[in-house]
């Protein structure tokens, strides 16, 4: 039995709830170029999320549950998008699939990378902080390995000082942290107020390749940012281009709510501001208007995490 390499950090599902004719239309930020494609070879990577153990086998458990979920997420957003309300059980699972948006994409991946960053470097300032430390841990490095480190201590030091060097983070850490923390997520979520957000026959929602945006409320301080409990904010998750999901605070009641146009524009400009590479639209004219109106063309992705003195 072959094992599938390509592995959908968006499911197929969901991006066929964006298409015009089968097709959509994507920016590519880190190419600058518009494109239109299939869902099938949308925001693919090869064995993402699957990992080789000791003995050189391939695990593939994570696609293989991202996959059962995704079967039931499909018919869920079927019912959202058709205002049935749903029961508890379809919530629990729903709850589980948005969160599994929030850690399953390339961005999580990359916070998880530059939060180890951060860590390590910090870590490292006081390990390195003094000179007779610094000998310390070379020559428990050199006992070990049986190997010389021809490096002196004081070069070591201004490296570690001036923070000039990258922490690599293994893809198994991320991929380890995936579902205890989706999971964690989900609890959150489920207790929170939803409503089922419709765009009018006009008008219709993008989406991205990070399509979890956390929107803090108004009066909120920008510079400290703002997770999904901090109150206020508002978790938009575009469900297809006619819904979207809006969850608030907790509370634990569901409803479906018509917008107008201008609050379609603004939930899609949140959206692609939120994106790591990739901006997703059913047409060209709208994909280019909101790449033009929120700057993403003329920007880079943010760094997540900074250590504050």
């Known amino acids: 039995m072959?094992?599938?390499?390509?592995?959908?950090?968006?499911?197929q599902f969901y991006l066929n709830g964006f298409c015009l004719d089968g097709k959509l239309w994507l920016y590519d930020r880190e190419l600058d170029e518009y494109r239109q494609q299939?869902?099938?070879?949308?925001?693919?990577?090869?064995?993402?999320?699957?990992?080789?153990?000791?003995?050189?086998?391939?695990?593939?458990?994570?696609?293989?549950?991202?996959?059962?979920?995704?079967g039931q997420a499909?018919?869920?957003?079927?019912?959202?998008?058709?205002?049935?309300?749903?029961?508890?059980e379809d919530r629990q699972i729903f709850s589980l699939f948005v969160a599994l948006m929030r850690v399953r994409t390339t961005d999580f991946q990359k916070e998880v990378g530059e939060l180890t960053d951060m860590m390590y470097k910090e870590v490292n300032k006081i390990a390195f902080a003094t000179k007779e430390t610094t000998e310390a841990i070379l020559a428990e490095i050199e006992?070990?390995?049986?190997?010389?480190?021809?490096?002196?201590?004081?070069?070591?030091?201004?490296?570690?000082k001036d923070g000039q060097?990258?922490?690599?983070?293994?893809?198994?850490?991320?991929?380890?942290?995936?579902?205890?923390?989706?999971?964690d997520i989900a609890k959150e979520l489920f207790q929170m107020d939803w409503i089922v957000a419709f765009a009018p026959p006009d008008s219709s929602f993008i989406t991205t390749d990070n399509p979890f945006t956390i929107v803090p409320p108004i009066e909120h301080d920008r510079q400290r940012g703002a997770g999904i409990l901090t109150p206020g904010t508002q978790k938009q998750v575009p469900l297809s281009q006619s819904a979207c999901l809006v969850i608030l605070d907790?509370?634990?009641?569901?409803s479906f709510l018509?917008?107008?146009?201008?609050?379609?524009?603004?939930?899609?400009?949140n959206a692609a501001t939120n994106c790591d590479r990739f901006?997703?639209?059913?047409?060209?004219?709208?994909?280019?208007?909101?790449?033009?109106?929120?700057?993403?063309n003329r920007s880079k992705r943010k760094r997540k995490w900074a250590m504050r003195r």
């Open 38 to 70: 299939t869902p099938r070879n949308t925001t693919v990577q090869s064995h993402y999320y699957s990992f080789r153990d000791e003995s050189g086998e391939r695990i593939t458990g994570i696609e293989s549950a991202l996959a059962q979920i995704e």
């Open 258 to 269: 018509d917008l107008d146009k201008s609050q379609v524009r603004q939930i899609n400009r």
């Open 143 to 160: 006992a070990e390995t049986g190997e010389s480190i021809q490096i002196a201590p004081e070069e070591i030091m201004q490296v570690v």
């Open 250 to 254: 907790k509370g634990g009641r569901g």
């Open 2 to 11: 072959s094992i599938p390499k390509r592995h959908h950090t968006l499911a």
């Open 279 to 296: 901006v997703i639209a059913r047409d060209e004219s709208l994909l280019r208007s909101i790449v033009r109106v929120t700057g993403v």
């Open 165 to 183: 060097y990258e922490v690599l983070t293994e893809r198994l850490h991320s991929l380890g942290l995936m579902f205890p923390l989706a999971e």
């Open 74 to 88: 499909s018919q869920i957003i079927e019912k959202l998008g058709a205002r049935t309300p749903i029961d508890i």
